[in-house]
């Protein structure tokens, strides 16, 4: 199954395995984290001009939208974001961090969306939410990768 149809292959068939699985990932991000000497985040990935700072906060920029995008579809939120500032900002907010304060954000905020997605899951299948989810679950899984691969060199 390619990191494409996880989704559609889950949602809203599936919801629980999904949701295992995202906060599967997350535990193993962290995990990966906590091995990782600080010098490392200045590596570079595979998208171009990218570190794995960018990387990082990218992750917390998507924890970000796909909380403000189930807020919206559950009727907490009737204003349309936008989506690029609302990505842009947390970026911004966690991307001068040290890792470990990094690493306990991603950990707080992966907590705080999977909390937040098993209490909405009737909100899961939404389309607004699952083009986020996508995102989210292909690019964990590739920063996991990326992640083990360092870390074994």
Same mark, same amino acid.
């Given at each position: 199954?390619?990191?494409?149809?996880?989704?559609? %292959?889950?949602?809203?068939?599936?919801?629980?395995?999904?949701?295992?699985?995202?906060?599967?990932?997350?535990?193993?991000?962290?995990? #990966?984290?906590?091995?990782?000497?600080?010098?490392?985040? @200045?590596?570079?990935? /595979?998208?171009?001009?990218?570190? !794995?700072?960018?990387?990082?906060?990218?992750?917390?920029? #998507?924890?970000?939208?796909?909380? %403000?995008?189930?807020?919206? %579809?559950?009727?907490?939120? @009737?204003?349309?974001?936008?989506?690029?500032?609302?990505?842009?900002? %947390? &970026?911004?907010?966690?991307?001068?961090?040290?890792?470990?304060?990094?690493?306990?954000? !991603? $950990?707080?905020?992966? /907590?705080?969306?999977?909390? !937040? &997605?098993?209490?909405?899951?009737?909100?899961?299948? $939404?389309? &607004?939410?699952?083009?986020? #989810? /996508?995102?989210?679950?292909?690019?964990?899984?590739? #920063?996991?990768?990326?992640?083990?691969?360092?870390?074994?060199?």
């Amino acid at each position: 199954m390619t990191n494409d149809n996880i989704i559609s %292959a889950t949602i809203p068939n599936d919801i629980q395995n999904y949701l295992n699985n995202f906060i599967d990932t997350r535990i193993n991000l962290i995990q #990966l984290l906590e091995k990782l000497p600080e010098t490392r985040l @200045s590596s570079r990935t /595979k998208r171009d001009g990218w570190t !794995l700072r960018h990387q990082l906060s990218w992750i917390f920029a #998507l924890d970000s939208e796909l909380n %403000a995008r189930l807020s919206i %579809a559950s009727g907490k939120m @009737s204003i349309q974001q936008n989506w690029r500032r609302i990505r842009g900002e %947390a &970026m911004h907010k966690i991307q001068p961090l040290r890792l470990s304060e990094i690493t306990t954000n !991603l $950990e707080s905020s992966g /907590k705080s969306i999977f909390d !937040l &997605m098993n209490d909405n899951e009737q909100y899961l299948s $939404e389309s &607004m939410v699952v083009d986020v #989810l /996508k995102i989210h679950m292909r690019d964990s899984q590739e #920063l996991k990768s990326h992640l083990e691969n360092i870390l074994s060199n």
